[in-house]
Protein backbone atom coordinates (compact mmCIF):
# COMPACT_ATOMS: atom_id res chain seq x y z
CA UNK A 1 0.00 0.00 0.00
CA UNK A 2 1.20 3.32 -1.09
CA UNK A 3 -1.12 5.17 1.15
CA UNK A 4 -1.37 7.57 -2.17
CA UNK A 5 -4.51 8.09 -4.14
CA UNK A 6 -4.70 7.72 -7.98
CA UNK A 7 -4.60 11.32 -8.44
CA UNK A 8 -1.19 11.76 -6.64
CA UNK A 9 0.47 8.76 -8.04
CA UNK A 10 -0.74 9.69 -11.87
CA UNK A 11 0.85 13.87 -10.54
CA UNK A 12 4.04 12.28 -9.21
CA UNK A 13 5.09 10.64 -12.08
CA UNK A 14 4.02 13.12 -14.52
CA UNK A 15 5.56 15.73 -12.46
CA UNK A 16 8.99 13.74 -14.10
CA UNK A 17 7.99 14.46 -17.78
CA UNK A 18 8.11 18.34 -16.94
CA UNK A 19 11.12 19.99 -18.43
CA UNK A 20 14.30 19.31 -17.40
CA UNK A 21 16.80 21.93 -15.38
CA UNK A 22 20.31 22.40 -16.44
CA UNK A 23 21.71 20.07 -14.33
CA UNK A 24 19.99 17.51 -15.92
CA UNK A 25 21.15 18.68 -19.79
CA UNK A 26 24.87 19.03 -17.90
CA UNK A 27 24.48 15.34 -17.07
CA UNK A 28 23.06 14.62 -20.50
CA UNK A 29 26.34 16.62 -22.15
CA UNK A 30 28.61 14.58 -19.85
CA UNK A 31 27.27 11.27 -20.45
CA UNK A 32 27.17 12.01 -24.38
CA UNK A 33 30.90 12.69 -24.09
CA UNK A 34 31.74 9.42 -22.76
CA UNK A 35 29.64 8.32 -25.59
CA UNK A 36 31.71 9.83 -27.86
CA UNK A 37 35.20 8.88 -26.16
CA UNK A 38 33.63 4.94 -26.81
CA UNK A 39 32.34 5.54 -30.09
CA UNK A 40 36.05 7.35 -31.19
CA UNK A 41 37.97 4.16 -29.99
CA UNK A 42 35.95 1.99 -31.45
CA UNK A 43 36.28 3.61 -35.18
CA UNK A 44 39.87 3.91 -33.94
CA UNK A 45 39.94 0.10 -33.94
CA UNK A 46 37.69 -0.58 -37.23
CA UNK A 47 40.49 1.58 -38.75
CA UNK A 48 43.65 0.34 -37.22
CA UNK A 49 42.30 -3.23 -36.59
CA UNK A 50 41.92 -5.00 -33.86
CA UNK A 51 45.37 -5.27 -33.15
CA UNK A 52 45.05 -2.37 -31.08
CA UNK A 53 43.24 -4.19 -28.08
CA UNK A 54 45.63 -5.82 -25.63
CA UNK A 55 43.94 -9.34 -26.42
CA UNK A 56 46.78 -11.51 -27.79
CA UNK A 57 47.81 -15.19 -27.73
CA UNK A 58 47.31 -17.15 -25.78
CA UNK A 59 44.36 -14.70 -23.65
CA UNK A 60 42.19 -14.31 -26.85
CA UNK A 61 38.67 -13.41 -25.06
CA UNK A 62 39.56 -9.73 -22.51
CA UNK A 63 37.38 -7.00 -21.86
CA UNK A 64 35.07 -6.75 -24.61
CA UNK A 65 33.93 -10.23 -23.91
CA UNK A 66 34.29 -9.53 -20.07
CA UNK A 67 31.88 -6.34 -20.85
CA UNK A 68 29.11 -8.69 -22.70
CA UNK A 69 28.68 -11.15 -20.13
CA UNK A 70 28.96 -8.30 -17.43
CA UNK A 71 25.90 -6.32 -19.39
CA UNK A 72 23.59 -9.64 -19.85
CA UNK A 73 23.86 -9.87 -16.27
CA UNK A 74 22.82 -6.43 -15.61
CA UNK A 75 19.99 -7.16 -17.95
CA UNK A 76 18.94 -10.38 -16.05
CA UNK A 77 17.29 -8.72 -12.88
CA UNK A 78 15.28 -6.52 -15.17
CA UNK A 79 13.44 -9.84 -16.07
CA UNK A 80 13.64 -11.32 -12.72
CA UNK A 81 11.62 -8.18 -11.29
CA UNK A 82 9.05 -7.48 -14.44
CA UNK A 83 8.30 -11.74 -14.64
CA UNK A 84 9.17 -13.44 -12.01
CA UNK A 85 8.08 -11.62 -9.35
CA UNK A 86 5.04 -11.06 -11.08
CA UNK A 87 4.50 -14.28 -10.96
CA UNK A 88 5.60 -14.90 -7.58
CA UNK A 89 2.90 -11.80 -6.52
CA UNK A 90 5.56 -10.18 -4.73
CA UNK A 91 3.52 -6.74 -5.37
CA UNK A 92 6.77 -4.84 -3.56
CA UNK A 93 8.51 -5.11 -6.78
CA UNK A 94 5.78 -2.67 -8.63
CA UNK A 95 7.62 0.93 -8.03
CA UNK A 96 10.53 -0.72 -9.53
CA UNK A 97 9.62 -3.03 -11.93
CA UNK A 98 9.23 -0.53 -14.86
CA UNK A 99 12.72 0.73 -14.41
CA UNK A 100 14.00 -2.33 -14.21
CA UNK A 101 12.44 -3.72 -17.69
CA UNK A 102 14.26 -0.49 -19.16
CA UNK A 103 17.09 -1.12 -18.07
CA UNK A 104 17.07 -4.90 -19.34
CA UNK A 105 15.96 -3.35 -22.56
CA UNK A 106 19.68 -0.90 -22.22
CA UNK A 107 21.67 -3.29 -20.97
CA UNK A 108 20.91 -6.36 -23.71
CA UNK A 109 21.37 -3.54 -26.61
CA UNK A 110 25.08 -3.10 -25.17
CA UNK A 111 25.91 -6.11 -24.73
CA UNK A 112 24.91 -7.14 -28.14
CA UNK A 113 27.03 -4.37 -29.29
CA UNK A 114 30.30 -6.08 -27.43
CA UNK A 115 30.75 -9.08 -29.80
CA UNK A 116 30.32 -6.74 -32.87
CA UNK A 117 33.47 -4.69 -31.28
CA UNK A 118 35.02 -8.50 -30.65
CA UNK A 119 35.01 -9.05 -34.40
CA UNK A 120 37.39 -6.15 -35.37
CA UNK A 121 36.00 -6.51 -38.79
CA UNK A 122 32.75 -5.52 -37.87
CA UNK A 123 31.43 -5.42 -41.36
CA UNK A 124 31.54 -9.52 -41.09
CA UNK A 125 28.79 -9.48 -38.76
CA UNK A 126 26.58 -11.44 -41.16
CA UNK A 127 28.40 -14.50 -40.38
CA UNK A 128 26.19 -14.57 -37.71
CA UNK A 129 22.91 -14.63 -39.75
CA UNK A 130 20.99 -17.11 -41.00
CA UNK A 131 21.57 -16.44 -44.17
CA UNK A 132 24.59 -18.13 -46.64
CA UNK A 133 27.77 -16.38 -47.17
CA UNK A 134 29.55 -16.29 -51.09
CA UNK A 135 30.07 -19.90 -50.75
CA UNK A 136 27.01 -21.15 -49.54
CA UNK A 137 28.62 -21.84 -46.37
CA UNK A 138 25.79 -21.51 -43.31
CA UNK A 139 25.92 -21.25 -39.47
CA UNK A 140 27.40 -24.05 -37.34
CA UNK A 141 23.80 -24.55 -34.80
CA UNK A 142 26.12 -26.89 -32.90
CA UNK A 143 28.24 -24.10 -31.76
CA UNK A 144 27.38 -22.37 -28.21
CA UNK A 145 28.25 -18.97 -29.95
CA UNK A 146 25.17 -19.32 -32.30
CA UNK A 147 23.14 -20.70 -29.45
CA UNK A 148 24.11 -17.43 -28.36
CA UNK A 149 22.99 -15.00 -31.35
CA UNK A 150 19.53 -16.73 -30.97
CA UNK A 151 19.48 -16.38 -27.18
CA UNK A 152 20.38 -12.75 -27.31
CA UNK A 153 18.31 -11.88 -30.44
CA UNK A 154 15.00 -13.48 -28.94
CA UNK A 155 15.94 -11.97 -24.92
CA UNK A 156 16.23 -8.67 -26.84
CA UNK A 157 13.43 -8.77 -28.87
CA UNK A 158 11.18 -10.05 -25.60
CA UNK A 159 12.54 -8.05 -23.54
CA UNK A 160 11.44 -4.71 -26.31
CA UNK A 161 7.80 -6.28 -26.30
CA UNK A 162 7.23 -6.74 -22.87
CA UNK A 163 8.59 -3.32 -21.76
CA UNK A 164 6.03 -1.86 -24.50
CA UNK A 165 3.19 -3.51 -23.98
CA UNK A 166 3.73 -3.08 -19.93
CA UNK A 167 3.65 0.34 -20.32
CA UNK A 168 0.54 0.47 -22.71
CA UNK A 169 -1.92 2.00 -19.95
CA UNK A 170 0.71 4.36 -18.78
CA UNK A 171 1.00 5.55 -22.35
CA UNK A 172 -2.84 6.97 -22.22
CA UNK A 173 -2.20 8.47 -18.84
CA UNK A 174 0.29 10.87 -20.54
CA UNK A 175 -1.76 11.19 -23.77
CA UNK A 176 -4.56 12.25 -21.46
CA UNK A 177 -2.89 14.41 -19.39
CA UNK A 178 -0.67 16.18 -22.30
CA UNK A 179 -1.48 18.71 -24.96
CA UNK A 180 0.44 19.71 -28.41
CA UNK A 181 2.92 17.80 -29.67
CA UNK A 182 3.09 15.08 -26.68
CA UNK A 183 -0.10 14.32 -26.49
CA UNK A 184 -0.36 13.57 -30.56
CA UNK A 185 3.10 11.50 -30.23
CA UNK A 186 1.65 9.16 -26.85
CA UNK A 187 -1.96 9.06 -29.15
CA UNK A 188 0.00 7.57 -31.50
CA UNK A 189 2.37 5.03 -29.43
CA UNK A 190 -0.44 4.49 -26.52
CA UNK A 191 -2.24 2.67 -29.89
CA UNK A 192 -5.98 3.61 -28.62
CA UNK A 193 -6.05 2.32 -25.13
CA UNK A 194 -9.13 3.57 -23.16
CA UNK A 195 -9.11 1.06 -20.71
CA UNK A 196 -12.46 -1.28 -20.99
CA UNK A 197 -13.35 -4.29 -19.34
CA UNK A 198 -12.22 -5.93 -22.85
CA UNK A 199 -8.69 -4.45 -23.29
CA UNK A 200 -8.29 -5.30 -19.98
CA UNK A 201 -9.22 -8.58 -20.22
CA UNK A 202 -7.12 -9.56 -23.24
CA UNK A 203 -4.06 -7.10 -21.35
CA UNK A 204 -4.24 -8.85 -18.58
CA UNK A 205 -3.78 -12.33 -19.90
CA UNK A 206 -1.32 -11.57 -22.44
CA UNK A 207 0.50 -10.20 -19.60
CA UNK A 208 0.62 -12.90 -18.12
CA UNK A 209 1.72 -14.77 -20.98
CA UNK A 210 4.83 -12.56 -21.50
CA UNK A 211 5.93 -13.39 -17.96
CA UNK A 212 5.74 -16.82 -18.15
CA UNK A 213 7.73 -16.85 -21.53
CA UNK A 214 10.17 -14.23 -20.37
CA UNK A 215 10.64 -16.38 -17.27
CA UNK A 216 12.45 -19.84 -18.68
CA UNK A 217 14.10 -17.32 -21.51
CA UNK A 218 15.72 -15.29 -18.81
CA UNK A 219 17.26 -18.47 -17.36
CA UNK A 220 18.07 -19.99 -20.42
CA UNK A 221 19.92 -16.71 -21.81
CA UNK A 222 22.69 -16.41 -19.25
CA UNK A 223 22.77 -20.61 -19.00
CA UNK A 224 23.59 -20.20 -22.95
CA UNK A 225 26.03 -17.49 -22.27
CA UNK A 226 27.71 -19.76 -19.55
CA UNK A 227 27.83 -22.89 -22.15
CA UNK A 228 30.19 -20.31 -24.22
CA UNK A 229 32.72 -21.22 -21.77
CA UNK A 230 31.42 -24.26 -20.28
CA UNK A 231 31.29 -26.16 -23.72
CA UNK A 232 34.85 -25.77 -24.35
CA UNK A 233 37.55 -27.62 -22.94
CA UNK A 234 39.14 -24.81 -21.03
CA UNK A 235 40.51 -25.70 -17.65
CA UNK A 236 38.21 -23.44 -15.38
CA UNK A 237 35.51 -22.85 -17.60
CA UNK A 238 34.66 -26.72 -18.63
CA UNK A 239 32.25 -27.27 -15.97
CA UNK A 240 28.65 -28.52 -15.08
CA UNK A 241 28.00 -25.51 -12.43
CA UNK A 242 28.35 -22.83 -14.77
CA UNK A 243 24.64 -22.27 -15.56
CA UNK A 244 23.17 -21.88 -12.64
CA UNK A 245 26.58 -19.90 -11.10
CA UNK A 246 26.54 -17.39 -14.08
CA UNK A 247 22.16 -17.06 -13.70
CA UNK A 248 22.84 -16.29 -9.94
CA UNK A 249 25.59 -14.10 -10.77
CA UNK A 250 23.28 -12.34 -13.16
CA UNK A 251 20.79 -11.78 -10.70
CA UNK A 252 23.38 -10.68 -8.39
CA UNK A 253 25.08 -8.05 -10.49
CA UNK A 254 21.43 -6.89 -11.98
CA UNK A 255 19.69 -6.56 -8.23
CA UNK A 256 22.81 -4.24 -7.41
CA UNK A 257 22.14 -2.13 -10.49
CA UNK A 258 18.61 -1.22 -9.85
CA UNK A 259 19.91 -0.19 -6.37
CA UNK A 260 22.44 1.92 -7.82
CA UNK A 261 20.08 3.24 -10.40
CA UNK A 262 16.91 3.63 -8.20
CA UNK A 263 18.84 5.27 -5.29
CA UNK A 264 19.43 8.68 -7.49
CA UNK A 265 16.33 8.68 -9.25
CA UNK A 266 14.01 8.52 -6.32
CA UNK A 267 15.83 11.25 -4.83
CA UNK A 268 15.99 13.49 -7.79
CA UNK A 269 12.46 12.78 -8.59
CA UNK A 270 10.70 12.52 -5.35
CA UNK A 271 9.68 9.21 -5.35
CA UNK A 272 9.98 8.46 -2.04
CA UNK A 273 6.33 7.85 -1.30
CA UNK A 274 6.44 5.27 -4.03
CA UNK A 275 10.16 3.83 -3.74
CA UNK A 276 10.00 3.23 -0.60
CA UNK A 277 12.92 2.08 2.10
CA UNK A 278 11.22 -0.98 2.43
CA UNK A 279 11.21 -2.05 -1.70
CA UNK A 280 14.93 -0.91 -1.43
CA UNK A 281 15.15 -2.84 1.39
CA UNK A 282 13.64 -6.66 -0.37
CA UNK A 283 15.98 -5.83 -3.11
CA UNK A 284 18.76 -6.39 -0.44
CA UNK A 285 17.24 -9.54 0.73
CA UNK A 286 17.05 -11.37 -2.59
CA UNK A 287 20.89 -9.54 -2.90
CA UNK A 288 21.65 -11.61 0.05
CA UNK A 289 20.41 -14.75 -1.51
CA UNK A 290 22.15 -14.42 -4.71
CA UNK A 291 25.17 -13.45 -3.18
CA UNK A 292 24.84 -16.84 -0.95
CA UNK A 293 24.88 -19.07 -3.91
CA UNK A 294 27.58 -16.90 -6.04
CA UNK A 295 29.79 -17.35 -2.94
CA UNK A 296 29.20 -21.23 -2.96
CA UNK A 297 29.63 -21.45 -6.66
CA UNK A 298 33.22 -19.84 -5.57
CA UNK A 299 33.47 -22.48 -3.22
CA UNK A 300 32.34 -25.02 -5.05
CA UNK A 301 34.97 -24.36 -7.61
CA UNK A 302 36.99 -24.62 -5.11
CA UNK A 303 36.34 -27.87 -4.00
CA UNK A 304 35.85 -29.39 -7.44
CA UNK A 305 39.45 -28.47 -8.55
CA UNK A 306 41.06 -29.58 -5.30
CA UNK A 307 38.96 -32.97 -5.12
CA UNK A 308 39.73 -33.97 -8.70
CA UNK A 309 43.20 -34.00 -8.16
CA UNK A 310 43.25 -32.56 -11.74
CA UNK A 311 46.93 -30.97 -11.71
CA UNK A 312 45.38 -28.38 -14.87
CA UNK A 313 42.66 -27.64 -12.96
CA UNK A 314 44.13 -26.89 -9.53
CA UNK A 315 47.06 -24.95 -11.01
CA UNK A 316 43.97 -22.77 -12.57
CA UNK A 317 42.44 -22.18 -9.27
CA UNK A 318 45.71 -21.64 -7.45
CA UNK A 319 46.33 -18.45 -10.22
CA UNK A 320 43.13 -17.16 -9.76
CA UNK A 321 43.27 -16.63 -5.33
CA UNK A 322 47.51 -16.11 -5.71
CA UNK A 323 48.91 -15.59 -9.12
CA UNK A 324 49.22 -12.58 -10.94
CA UNK A 325 45.25 -11.59 -10.84
CA UNK A 326 44.68 -12.25 -7.45
CA UNK A 327 44.05 -8.62 -6.40
CA UNK A 328 41.26 -8.47 -8.75
CA UNK A 329 39.98 -12.55 -7.32
CA UNK A 330 39.90 -11.18 -4.15
CA UNK A 331 37.99 -8.01 -4.65
CA UNK A 332 35.50 -10.30 -6.71
CA UNK A 333 34.99 -12.45 -3.48
CA UNK A 334 34.52 -10.11 -1.02
CA UNK A 335 32.66 -7.51 -2.70
CA UNK A 336 30.15 -10.54 -4.11
CA UNK A 337 30.06 -13.42 -1.44
CA UNK A 338 31.33 -10.89 1.82
CA UNK A 339 30.02 -8.10 1.35
CA UNK A 340 26.54 -9.16 0.74
CA UNK A 341 26.31 -10.85 4.01
CA UNK A 342 26.24 -7.49 5.83
CA UNK A 343 22.95 -6.82 4.66
CA UNK A 344 21.87 -9.27 7.46
CA UNK A 345 21.83 -6.64 9.39
CA UNK A 346 18.86 -4.74 9.82
CA UNK A 347 20.27 -1.21 10.03
CA UNK A 348 22.81 -1.97 6.99
CA UNK A 349 19.78 -2.75 5.08
CA UNK A 350 17.69 0.60 6.21
CA UNK A 351 20.36 2.63 5.79
CA UNK A 352 20.39 3.88 1.96
CA UNK A 353 24.20 5.68 1.37
CA UNK A 354 25.80 2.16 2.94
CA UNK A 355 23.11 0.29 0.70
CA UNK A 356 24.69 2.50 -2.51
CA UNK A 357 28.07 1.83 -2.03
CA UNK A 358 27.09 -1.12 -1.51
CA UNK A 359 25.60 -1.83 -4.65
CA UNK A 360 28.11 0.07 -6.88
CA UNK A 361 30.80 -2.71 -4.57
CA UNK A 362 28.35 -5.81 -5.89
CA UNK A 363 28.43 -4.34 -9.58
CA UNK A 364 32.52 -3.90 -9.28
CA UNK A 365 33.09 -6.93 -8.12
CA UNK A 366 30.58 -8.62 -10.49
CA UNK A 367 33.23 -7.03 -13.63
CA UNK A 368 35.70 -8.34 -11.83
CA UNK A 369 34.47 -11.93 -11.22
CA UNK A 370 33.64 -12.02 -15.05
CA UNK A 371 37.34 -10.34 -15.62
CA UNK A 372 38.86 -13.30 -13.51
CA UNK A 373 36.82 -16.14 -15.07
CA UNK A 374 37.76 -15.59 -18.73
CA UNK A 375 41.16 -13.96 -18.71
CA UNK A 376 42.84 -16.46 -16.22
CA UNK A 377 41.39 -19.47 -17.81
CA UNK A 378 42.70 -19.01 -21.31
CA UNK A 379 46.16 -17.39 -19.62
CA UNK A 380 46.84 -20.37 -17.34
CA UNK A 381 46.21 -23.31 -20.52
CA UNK A 382 47.28 -26.92 -20.26
CA UNK A 383 51.04 -26.19 -21.72
CA UNK A 384 52.78 -24.02 -19.36
CA UNK A 385 54.68 -22.75 -22.81
CA UNK A 386 51.44 -21.10 -23.77
CA UNK A 387 50.60 -19.58 -20.64
CA UNK A 388 50.56 -15.82 -20.60
CA UNK A 389 49.11 -12.36 -19.41
CA UNK A 390 46.61 -9.66 -20.84
CA UNK A 391 45.70 -5.91 -19.92
CA UNK A 392 43.53 -4.01 -21.63
CA UNK A 393 44.50 -1.28 -23.17
CA UNK A 394 43.42 2.63 -23.81
CA UNK A 395 41.17 1.67 -26.32
CA UNK A 396 39.43 -1.01 -24.59
CA UNK A 397 39.05 1.32 -21.38
CA UNK A 398 37.75 3.70 -23.85
CA UNK A 399 35.21 1.54 -25.26
CA UNK A 400 34.24 0.32 -21.95
CA UNK A 401 33.53 3.98 -20.62
CA UNK A 402 31.60 4.55 -23.74
CA UNK A 403 29.22 1.70 -22.79
CA UNK A 404 29.01 2.95 -19.46
CA UNK A 405 28.24 6.13 -20.08
CA UNK A 406 25.86 5.21 -23.22
CA UNK A 407 23.65 2.74 -20.57
CA UNK A 408 23.12 5.79 -18.06
CA UNK A 409 22.93 7.93 -21.15
CA UNK A 410 19.83 6.23 -22.42
CA UNK A 411 18.89 5.85 -18.79
CA UNK A 412 18.04 9.14 -18.16
CA UNK A 413 16.44 9.94 -21.31
CA UNK A 414 14.09 7.23 -20.56
CA UNK A 415 13.15 8.54 -16.90
CA UNK A 416 12.50 12.52 -18.74
CA UNK A 417 10.36 11.01 -21.69
CA UNK A 418 8.39 8.23 -20.22
CA UNK A 419 6.87 7.26 -16.48
CA UNK A 420 9.83 5.53 -15.29
CA UNK A 421 7.46 3.99 -12.56
CA UNK A 422 4.55 2.27 -13.34
CA UNK A 423 1.29 4.56 -12.70
CA UNK A 424 -1.13 1.31 -13.07
CA UNK A 425 0.85 -0.99 -11.03
CA UNK A 426 1.11 1.37 -8.28
CA UNK A 427 -2.88 1.97 -8.18
CA UNK A 428 -3.10 -2.04 -8.26
CA UNK A 429 -1.29 -2.06 -5.01
CA UNK A 430 -3.10 1.39 -3.18
CA UNK A 431 -6.19 -0.68 -2.41
CA UNK A 432 -7.68 -0.96 -5.72
CA UNK A 433 -7.57 -3.86 -8.14
CA UNK A 434 -5.67 -6.95 -7.95
CA UNK A 435 -2.86 -7.34 -10.83
CA UNK A 436 -1.87 -7.39 -13.99
CA UNK A 437 -1.82 -11.31 -13.93
CA UNK A 438 -5.14 -11.93 -12.08
CA UNK B 1 -37.68 -11.92 -35.57
CA UNK B 2 -36.48 -9.56 -32.46
CA UNK B 3 -38.83 -6.91 -31.46
CA UNK B 4 -38.26 -3.51 -32.81
CA UNK B 5 -36.12 -1.37 -30.34
CA UNK B 6 -37.36 2.11 -29.53
CA UNK B 7 -34.96 4.99 -28.96
CA UNK B 8 -32.24 4.10 -26.58
CA UNK B 9 -30.51 6.22 -24.28
CA UNK B 10 -27.06 5.81 -22.89
CA UNK B 11 -25.84 6.77 -19.20
CA UNK B 12 -22.33 6.50 -18.02
CA UNK B 13 -21.50 6.85 -14.37
CA UNK B 14 -18.86 7.35 -12.68
CA UNK B 15 -17.53 4.96 -9.10
CA UNK B 16 -14.96 5.34 -6.99
CA UNK B 17 -13.67 1.97 -6.16
CA UNK B 18 -13.65 -1.08 -7.96
CA UNK B 19 -16.10 -2.66 -5.43
CA UNK B 20 -18.86 -0.18 -5.85
CA UNK B 21 -18.80 -0.80 -9.65
CA UNK B 22 -18.81 -4.40 -9.72
CA UNK B 23 -21.61 -4.29 -7.41
CA UNK B 24 -23.27 -1.61 -9.94
CA UNK B 25 -22.81 -4.16 -12.44
CA UNK B 26 -24.27 -7.11 -10.30
CA UNK B 27 -27.26 -5.13 -9.63
CA UNK B 28 -27.38 -4.35 -13.46
CA UNK B 29 -27.51 -7.43 -14.28
CA UNK B 30 -30.48 -8.13 -12.46
CA UNK B 31 -32.37 -5.39 -14.29
CA UNK B 32 -33.27 -4.91 -18.09
CA UNK B 33 -30.86 -2.57 -18.66
CA UNK B 34 -27.36 -3.46 -20.45
CA UNK B 35 -23.87 -2.88 -19.78
CA UNK B 36 -22.24 -2.09 -22.89
CA UNK B 37 -18.64 -1.17 -21.28
CA UNK B 38 -16.75 -0.47 -18.38
CA UNK B 39 -14.04 1.55 -17.89
CA UNK B 40 -11.70 1.19 -15.45
CA UNK B 41 -8.00 2.99 -14.62
CA UNK B 42 -6.11 -0.34 -13.71
CA UNK B 43 -7.25 -4.35 -13.95
CA UNK B 44 -10.08 -5.36 -12.10
CA UNK B 45 -10.92 -8.81 -11.46
CA UNK B 46 -14.43 -8.40 -9.29
CA UNK B 47 -15.30 -6.62 -12.00
CA UNK B 48 -14.28 -8.84 -14.34
CA UNK B 49 -16.16 -11.45 -12.04
CA UNK B 50 -19.17 -9.21 -12.06
CA UNK B 51 -19.49 -8.94 -15.61
CA UNK B 52 -18.95 -13.09 -16.09
CA UNK B 53 -16.40 -12.69 -18.30
CA UNK B 54 -14.96 -15.59 -20.73
CA UNK B 55 -11.39 -16.21 -20.62
CA UNK B 56 -9.17 -14.11 -23.25
CA UNK B 57 -8.37 -16.58 -26.34
CA UNK B 58 -5.15 -15.18 -26.63
CA UNK B 59 -3.74 -18.23 -25.33
CA UNK B 60 -4.40 -19.99 -28.43
CA UNK B 61 -2.07 -17.49 -30.63
CA UNK B 62 0.27 -18.08 -28.10
CA UNK B 63 0.74 -21.49 -27.94
CA UNK B 64 0.25 -21.55 -31.99
CA UNK B 65 3.08 -19.43 -32.00
CA UNK B 66 4.82 -21.30 -29.68
CA UNK B 67 4.53 -24.81 -31.70
CA UNK B 68 5.26 -23.01 -35.09
CA UNK B 69 8.33 -21.62 -33.53
CA UNK B 70 9.48 -24.85 -32.01
CA UNK B 71 9.41 -26.90 -35.54
CA UNK B 72 11.24 -23.51 -37.36
CA UNK B 73 14.19 -22.98 -35.15
CA UNK B 74 14.76 -27.02 -35.24
CA UNK B 75 13.88 -27.58 -38.86
CA UNK B 76 16.12 -23.69 -39.34
CA UNK B 77 19.03 -25.58 -37.12
CA UNK B 78 18.65 -28.86 -39.23
CA UNK B 79 18.31 -27.36 -42.78
CA UNK B 80 21.45 -25.13 -42.47
CA UNK B 81 23.18 -28.42 -41.10
CA UNK B 82 22.32 -30.46 -44.34
CA UNK B 83 23.54 -27.41 -46.53
CA UNK B 84 27.09 -29.19 -46.37
CA UNK B 85 27.28 -32.36 -44.14
CA UNK B 86 30.16 -31.44 -42.31
CA UNK B 87 30.76 -33.34 -39.01
CA UNK B 88 31.25 -31.14 -36.25
CA UNK B 89 32.89 -32.05 -33.08
CA UNK B 90 32.39 -35.97 -34.06
CA UNK B 91 28.65 -34.73 -33.51
CA UNK B 92 25.79 -36.09 -36.32
CA UNK B 93 24.88 -33.75 -38.47
CA UNK B 94 21.64 -33.37 -37.48
CA UNK B 95 22.01 -33.17 -33.60
CA UNK B 96 18.75 -33.28 -31.45
CA UNK B 97 20.73 -31.83 -28.30
CA UNK B 98 21.78 -28.59 -29.52
CA UNK B 99 19.35 -28.29 -32.62
CA UNK B 100 16.72 -28.35 -29.32
CA UNK B 101 17.81 -25.28 -27.67
CA UNK B 102 17.94 -23.64 -31.00
CA UNK B 103 14.31 -24.66 -30.98
CA UNK B 104 13.25 -23.85 -27.43
CA UNK B 105 14.83 -20.27 -27.84
CA UNK B 106 12.32 -20.07 -31.26
CA UNK B 107 9.72 -21.82 -29.39
CA UNK B 108 9.60 -18.33 -26.67
CA UNK B 109 10.64 -15.86 -29.66
CA UNK B 110 7.46 -17.05 -32.10
CA UNK B 111 5.13 -17.54 -28.73
CA UNK B 112 5.79 -14.16 -27.39
CA UNK B 113 4.83 -13.00 -31.77
CA UNK B 114 1.80 -15.02 -31.57
CA UNK B 115 0.92 -13.23 -28.17
CA UNK B 116 1.68 -9.85 -29.66
CA UNK B 117 -0.57 -10.91 -32.40
CA UNK B 118 -3.02 -12.21 -30.38
CA UNK B 119 -3.42 -8.94 -28.47
CA UNK B 120 -3.41 -6.90 -31.52
CA UNK B 121 -6.02 -8.86 -32.95
CA UNK B 122 -8.28 -9.32 -29.97
CA UNK B 123 -8.09 -5.79 -28.63
CA UNK B 124 -8.62 -4.38 -32.33
CA UNK B 125 -5.43 -2.53 -32.01
CA UNK B 126 -4.70 0.52 -32.97
CA UNK B 127 -8.24 1.62 -32.23
CA UNK B 128 -8.16 5.34 -32.36
CA UNK B 129 -11.03 5.25 -33.59
CA UNK B 130 -12.79 4.06 -30.10
CA UNK B 131 -10.52 6.63 -28.15
CA UNK B 132 -12.58 9.58 -30.58
CA UNK B 133 -16.04 7.70 -29.41
CA UNK B 134 -15.40 7.59 -25.14
CA UNK B 135 -12.62 10.66 -24.94
CA UNK B 136 -15.13 13.35 -24.13
CA UNK B 137 -16.28 10.69 -21.40
CA UNK B 138 -13.66 9.22 -20.05
CA UNK B 139 -11.87 9.66 -16.41
CA UNK B 140 -8.55 8.50 -16.37
CA UNK B 141 -8.94 7.62 -12.13
CA UNK B 142 -12.46 6.30 -11.40
CA UNK B 143 -14.11 3.36 -12.74
CA UNK B 144 -17.41 4.24 -15.38
CA UNK B 145 -19.93 1.95 -16.36
CA UNK B 146 -21.85 2.72 -20.03
CA UNK B 147 -25.41 1.78 -19.53
CA UNK B 148 -27.91 1.87 -22.10
CA UNK B 149 -31.99 2.73 -21.56
CA UNK B 150 -35.18 3.12 -23.45
CA UNK B 151 -34.97 6.65 -23.42
CA UNK B 152 -38.23 7.09 -20.88
CA UNK B 153 -36.04 4.98 -18.85
CA UNK B 154 -33.52 7.70 -18.76
CA UNK B 155 -34.46 9.13 -14.97
CA UNK B 156 -34.86 6.05 -13.35
CA UNK B 157 -30.89 4.63 -14.89
CA UNK B 158 -29.61 8.01 -13.51
CA UNK B 159 -31.11 7.30 -10.11
CA UNK B 160 -30.14 3.71 -10.36
CA UNK B 161 -26.47 4.53 -10.90
CA UNK B 162 -26.58 7.13 -7.89
CA UNK B 163 -28.54 4.59 -5.47
CA UNK B 164 -25.06 2.13 -6.16
CA UNK B 165 -22.65 4.78 -5.66
CA UNK B 166 -22.08 6.47 -8.68
CA UNK B 167 -20.55 9.88 -7.88
CA UNK B 168 -21.30 11.26 -11.35
CA UNK B 169 -23.52 10.50 -14.17
CA UNK B 170 -22.90 11.96 -17.61
CA UNK B 171 -26.06 11.28 -20.63
CA UNK B 172 -23.71 9.89 -23.64
Known sequence: MTGMTFQEIDARVLKTLEPPSKRYWIAVTLLFSGVLVGAGSWAYQIYKGVGVAGMNNPVAWGTYL???????????SGTLISAILHLLRASWRNPIARAAETM????????????FIHLGRVWMVFYMLP?????????????PLMFDVVAISTYLTVSILFWYTGMLPDLAVVRDRSEGLRKKIFTLISLGWTGTHEQWRHYTRAYLFFAAL???LVISVHSVVSWDFALGIVPGWHTTIFAPYFVAGAIHSGLAMVITLMIPVRRIFGYEKLITPGVLENVAKTIILTGLIVGFAYATEFFMAWYSQNPVEMEVFRFRAA????????IMVFCNAILPLFLFLKSVRRSIPIL???????????????FIIIVTSVGRDFIPYSWGLYSPTLVEFGIMLGSFSLFFFLFILFVKHLPSVSMTEMKEISGHGAGHGS | MEPAMGPEKSILGFFPSEDRAAHAILALRGTSWSV???????PGPKIFDALNLRKSRIGYFT?????????????LAAFTALQWELIVGGKPVVSLVPFFIVGFEFTILFAVFGNVAGLIHQMKLPDYKGLVELDPYRDVNRFGILSSCPLEEEGSLIAFFKEHGAEETIIV
Do not use: D
Open chain 2, 36 to 42: KKVLSPV
Open chain 1, 356 to 370: FAVSILINIGMWFER
Open chain 1, 131 to 143: VPNQRNLWQNFQS
Open chain 1, 323 to 330: GHYAPGFW
Open chain 1, 214 to 216: ATP
Open chain 1, 66 to 76: INFVFWVGIAH
Open chain 1, 104 to 115: TVFAVCIAGLFP
Open chain 2, 63 to 75: LAGGVIGFFTGFA
